[in-house]
């Protein structure tokens, strides 16, 4: 059984920034796509990086490029997100989030979600 869990977030200026790690087992990942998703009170879930465990090809939300990385660690089977420049807008429940093979931006594809780790952006 995968499971995936989260840690990393809390409150934090605007301007700063946060590492989310993503802790994966239940089996090998080597052929996983592991993403980042989002969702901010009253709005729909979003979708915000995601790593080819293979080849760490990734994909960004353009709200995020050039300030979050998301990166992975085989030997510790842990994806991170890197946050820099964090401001408001990217206060959120954070969910990490796996499924095998296809490259996708869309959350009802994939098949295994951590709990989700609150980040709170202050003004």
């Known amino acids: 059984q995968v499971q995936l869990v989260e840690s990393g977030g809390g409150l934090v200026q605007a301007g700063g920034s946060l590492r989310l790690s993503c802790a994966a087992s239940?089996?090998?990942?080597?052929?996983?796509?592991m993403a980042w998703f989002r969702q901010a009170p009253g709005k729909e879930r979003e979708f915000v990086a995601r790593?080819?465990?293979?080849?760490?090809?990734?994909h960004y939300v353009d709200s995020v490029k050039g300030r979050f990385l998301i990166s992975r660690d085989n030997a510790e089977n842990t994806v991170y997100l890197q946050m820099t420049s964090l401001n408001p807008e990217d206060t959120a429940v954070y969910y990490c989030?796996?499924?095998?093979?296809?490259?996708?931006?869309?959350?009802?594809?994939?098949?295994?979600w951590g709990q989700g780790t609150q980040v709170t952006v202050s003004s």
């Open positions: 989030a796996a499924r095998r093979l296809l490259r996708t931006m869309v959350g009802s594809e994939y098949d295994y």
């Open positions: 239940g089996r090998t990942f080597s052929n996983y796509i």
């Open positions: 790593i080819s465990w293979s080849d760490s090809n990734t």
